[in-house]
Each structure stands twice: as C-alpha cells, then as structure tokens.
C-alpha cells in the first residue's frame, strides 16, 4: 500500500521543455494588459447601459399598459438610475485614464 506523499510524487509532472516562444518584452506585456483591462471594462459598460436599457423599457411598458403605478415607476427610476449612471461614468473615467496612461 502506497502512502498519499508516495502517490503526490508519481503523479507531479514537471515541464522541462523549452518555450515555444521566447518572452516578449516588457513594454508589449504591459500593453497587452492595458488592452486586455481595456477590453473587459468595456464588457462592463456595454452590461451596464443594458441594465439601464431594460430599466427605462420596463418603466416605459409597465406605466403604459398600467401594469404599475406611475409613483412606482418614479421609485424604480430612482433607485436603479443614479446607481447605473455613476457605475458607467466610473469605467468611462477609467477608459479615459487608461487611454492617458499609453501615451505617456
């Protein structure tokens, strides 16, 4: 009977072959990160303004076809506006920062 430290040891396997690639430089790693923290801040955005997109449409149908009152409809959009608006104008500021930052 093999102890769990005998069986961890025959089953760790180790890469000793050569990288395909050679590293690439630092300024191009420091760009792919700025792009790739680019990119999915963007992604945020884009879920942000369809949070924003589906609450001022569930206003517009609910209060139209009566589904609920108008007070209703003023609470939800104040409740889910001003949370929406600075979330998206919080990754605008950070886009803006970003952009600066490669020019510099």
């Excluded at 069986?7 to 690639?21: F, K, M, N």
């Excluded at 569930?58 to 929406?84: D, I, K, N």
């Amino acid at each position: 009977m093999s102890t769990p430290q005998q069986d961890l040891e025959d089953e760790t396997w180790t890469d000793d072959s050569e990288p395909a690639e050679a590293p690439a430089e630092p300024r191009l790693i420091e760009l792919r990160k700025h792009r790739h923290l680019a990119s999915m801040q963007t992604k945020v955005l884009y879920g942000i303004g369809l949070v924003l997109l589906v609450t001022l449409l569930t206003l517009v149908l609910g209060v139209g076809f009566g589904a609920f009152s108008e007070g209703f409809g003023l609470e939800l959009l104040r409740t889910m506006l001003t949370p929406t608006l600075a979330a998206g104008a919080t990754i605008v500021g950070t886009l803006f920062a970003l952009e600066r930052g490669k020019e510099e």
